[in-house]
């Protein structure tokens, strides 16, 4: 082979294994949560045959379930072994952060005894490189920037579990409803300190669209299960760093509650903070919570996400999907980029 032929070659053979991938535009986003390895998993064929240029997952990857390691990652091997999910891996950039069931225990925040351990699964699990930032820092959140200038989409990986202190149980039944009510200790954390120091960071760094993975629900009205409601002042921290570091172009995704909507928080002096949530690949649960600020129809049935990005008009266009199990879309929503600045 001449040595041309060999750097044409070695050229492709790099694109085609996504080296270059931080330099090509994103149009298509995927997306899911909560998904059994036992259970068949036909929404990843139907997230595959999207092509998407990514696809996220948003936490309860596996239902680990247990304090041992051994039985964690066999739970993860199952899930690896699943043709579906071999499908979807080959066919797109597949990115991840965690919830509580792949972090090992149902609720766990930072006091789970074997934190260290599962984040060693994890990163191995997900093909972590060994010289990722991600492996530098205690937790699992990190960040990538897509596409050049003027259609960059920054993915930021929120790690709602490393840090995070107990939420306060319900007591009030009165007030409040289901598993929790707002906690009012100032200081209780959803991030942790390192972690809100580098998400300000990140923020700070140019991009056209930012799309933060949290596995819990964000823009949506209480409703007593876990969530950033439960943590307002830490709710309200976030909103503060998007207004103090101007970070335009934010859309929240999450999973975590085994159903999908799209939740829209509109707040004085911020544009519209979307939150797009898609759960489960596998689950599903009975009874819907109400959500004022939910836009559009809540889906009950096994369901994945979609964000189509449009570049080409002058002022670029999202479209935000549910999908069901039949891949019919259930929820559709068009919102302009330019809806989501700040006023000049
Ligand atoms: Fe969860």
Known sequence: MSSIKFFITLFLLLVCHGAFSQKEVVHKICFGSCAKASKKQPILSLAARESPDLFIYLGDNIYGNTRDMDKLKSKYLKLGKKAEFQELNDSTTVLATWDDHDYGENDAGRHFSRKRESREIF?????????????????????????????????????????????????????YKNDYQPCQIADSTMLGVEQWTWLEKQLKKPAEIRIIASSNQFSHEYNGWESWTNLPHEQQKMLDLIKSTKANGVVFLSGDVHWGEISKMEMEGLYPIYDITSSGITQTWNKPESNKNRIGAVVMDNNYGVIEIDWEREAPELLFYIKDNKGEERVKMQVNLSELQFKP
């Open 123 to 175: 990163l191995e699990f997900w093909k972590e490189p060994e010289t990722s930032e991600r492996r530098k820092h205690k937790g699992i959140y990190h960040s990538l920037m897509h596409g050049p200038q003027g259609k960059r989409l920054q993915v930021i990986l929120l790690d709602t579990r490393t840090f995070r202190d107990n939420l306060t149980k319900l007591v009030d039944k009165k007030r």
